[in-house]
């Protein structure tokens, strides 16, 4: 089915930037909505932006104006650009995709392993 792989995460200063990526596998035909997540200690995994396969985008009130997410449809991968990044920021980062569809079937909903960013001084 679909195996996901993210990179991208890391340890950065506040202020830094990093990039996300995640990349999708598989027979796949087209995936509807690809997005990214994440989740701190202690609290529930929250939206952080979202890009359908027109180019759609729907972002976090959070990261509007710092965050950018972009995805290449023929190569099955989407992208965080994460700029002006600070300590709240810390968390686990996870790729989602929803509506990946194959010859014969839709996968919905499916989870990366996440990757964890971090950001301190």
């Known amino acids: 089915q679909v195996q996901l792989v993210e990179s991208g995460g890391g340890l950065v200063q506040p202020g830094g930037s990093l990039r996300l990526s995640c990349a999708a596998s598989?027979?796949?035909?087209?995936?509807?909505?690809m997005g990214w997540y994440r989740q701190a200690p202690g609290t529930q995994r929250e939206l952080v932006a979202t890009i359908t396969e027109t180019g759609n985008t729907n972002y976090a009130d959070f990261v509007k104006g710092r965050f950018t997410i972009s995805r290449d449809n023929a190569k099955n991968t989407v992208s965080l650009q994460m700029n002006s990044l600070r300590p709240e920021d810390t968390a686990v980062y996870y790729c989602n995709v929803d509506g990946v569809r194959f010859a014969h079937f839709i996968v919905n909903d499916y989870w990366g392993p996440g990757t964890q960013v971090t950001v301190a001084s």
């Open positions: 598989g027979n796949i035909v087209s995936i509807r909505l």
